[in-house]
């Protein structure tokens, strides 16, 4: 047993359990049983600290995008604000590919199976939960920093940032779900250069887009790798 996986809560270890069994089965799999043998725990225990799998799983999906919120903080931040931003959205491709089941999940993709509905709003939905709040905050700093560079025309923050997730989650999405086959390296040759474009429609020159996004691509080797 690893230091980390010692200091574990037995919820923080129930969870991180879940997380493994829907990477490498999905989440139509979780159920008490599987999760408490995946955890070296019994189904009582899951029981009790969650009340049931639907509770389990809107714990693991909250816990999901408190590590997407720690990804994004941990771009560094530069001068150069459109780099940020498409670093960023690397960096939201890396955690999607790691785990495709659990990004599903994130974001209401994947069927929940036979599980019982939540007894309220459904909260765990992007743009409503408050683990999403605090991931979301990010890109939006960093799209604060890009309306106050001057490189593009007057806009507010909350448009930027919410045009800017709209475009690199959809590509996310349908390349998880296999649309760009056809291409050998489809971040290089699809979400790239949507990137400039994107920029380049909020007033930024093309030169200038095209250096910074450049400049992520030398520092991340992106064309050097394929997608999963």
């Known amino acids: 047993m690893s230091e980390d996986q010692a200091t574990e809560t037995v919820p923080e270890r129930l969870i991180r359990a879940t997380i493994e069994l829907i990477a490498q ?7 008490a049983r599987s999760v408490a043998s995946a955890s070296g725990l019994s189904t009582m225990v899951v029981y009790h600290h969650f009340g049931g799998i639907p509770e389990l799983m809107r714990a693991v999906v909250d ?4 590590d997407f919120g720690r990804a994004l903080a941990d771009v560094p931040v ?24 659990l990004y599903d999940l994130m974001f209401g993709l994947s069927t929940r199976a036979t599980y019982r509905p939540l007894s309220d709003a459904d909260l765990r939905l992007s743009g409503h939960s408050p ?13 604060e920093r890009l309306v106050n ?12 940032a919410a045009q800017l997730w709209s475009f690199v989650h959809g ?3 349908l390349e ?22 994107f920029a ?15 400049a992520v691509v030398a520092g991340t080797g992106l064309h050097s790798r394929r997608s999963g």
Do not use: W
């Open 78 to 101: 530069t001068d150069d604000p459109v780099a940020d931003l498409f670093a960023m959205a690397l960096t939201c491709r890396d955690v999607a590919q790691q785990n495709p089941h």
């Open 149 to 160: 560079s001057g490189r593009i025309c007057p806009e507010a923050v909350e448009v930027v």
């Open 176 to 197: 998880l779900a296999g649309h760009f086959t056809e291409f050998d390296d489809p971040a290089g040759q699809v979400l790239l250069p949507m990137g400039i474009t």
């Open 131 to 143: 683990a999403f709040q605090s991931a979301y905050v990010h890109l939006v700093a960093a799209s």
């Open 171 to 173: 590509y996310v999405t």
């Open 25 to 31: 089965q999905g989440p139509s799999a979780i159920k």
């Open 200 to 214: 380049v429609g909020l007033g930024d020159t093309r030169e200038r887009a095209t250096i910074s996004h450049a």
């Open 63 to 66: 816990q999901a995008f408190t």
